[in-house]
């Protein structure tokens, strides 16, 4: 089993406010992603790390949402201003290495925005 | 920019028959193939991966792959009740760190 940990794994938020969202990756694993799934199960890559760098990022995430992953700690993805469009299962996963290509998925964080 | 489309949207199996799911991609260039089978309220997991042309089955699973065709398909024998969840495929591209894309998923349901 999936040893991701995201936490919280229900956040209910106003539009305008600020979403947190965390995600412990399996020990070992430099390499996360961040994906938003929304309700038609489509998925959208948000942005991946490895170590603390940014790898890659869509435009929506430059603008509204910030992210990181400092040593020792969870890594983290936050909404700036929520809002209604934003609401999704927010899927953290994480990889071996840059070059190997299974991802290994957390539960998800599902984000209610009102 | 990869698209990745399932056929069919959701299929309902009785138990003992063998399921089909389809993927299809559109870069002939991608190089990992995957199903990720995801239950209700639970993470996405990988099931099968291939990468490169020719059919991979462990146990009652086969995953097969034509990249000519822009073409990759998931085999399920003797389905299972307990096989019913949202099933997934992804492709990766040729990017060293790339992400994965997703189909928007078949939905199988397995009755007894």
């Known amino acids: 089993n999936s040893k991701v940990i995201q936490t919280p794994r229900y956040l209910v938020k106003g539009q305008g406010q600020k979403a947190k969202m965390r995600c412990i990756p399996e020990?070992?694993?430099?390499?996360v992603f961040w994906y938003q799934q929304n309700k038609n199960n489509e998925f959208k890559f948000l942005i991946n790390?490895?170590?603390?760098?940014?790898?890659?990022q869509i435009d929506m995430t430059e603008k509204r949402f910030s992210a990181e992953c400092p040593s020792n700690s969870p890594c983290s993805l936050e909404i700036q201003s929520s809002e209604a469009g934003d609401s999704a299962l927010y899927l953290c996963?994480?990889?071996?290495?840059?070059?190997?290509?299974?991802?290994?998925f957390g539960p998800g964080t599902r984000l209610t925005v009102l | 920019q990869q698209k990745v489309q399932q056929s069919p949207e959701s299929l309902i199996v009785p138990e003992g028959a063998m399921t089909s799911l389809n993927c299809t991609f559109s870069?002939?260039?991608?190089?990992?193939f995957a199903w990720y089978r995801q239950h209700s309220g639970k993470a996405p997991k990988a099931l099968m991966s291939?990468?490169?042309?020719g059919e991979k089955e462990e146990g009652r699973f086969t995953i097969h792959l034509n990249k000519a065709s822009l073409h990759f398909s998931l085999h399920i024998r003797d389905s299972q009740p307990s096989d019913s969840a949202l099933y997934l495929c992804?492709?990766?591209?040729?990017?060293?760190?790339?992400?994965?894309?997703f189909g928007s998923g078949t939905r199988l349901q397995v009755y007894a």
């Open positions: 291939i990468f490169s042309n």
């Open positions: 996963a994480s990889s071996l290495s840059a070059s190997y290509a299974e991802q290994f």
């Open positions: 870069d002939s260039a991608s190089q990992y």
């Open positions: 020990k070992g694993h430099p390499v």
């Open positions: 790390f490895q170590n603390q760098e940014v790898l890659q």
């Open positions: 992804a492709v990766k591209g040729t990017q060293v760190v790339g992400q994965l894309t």
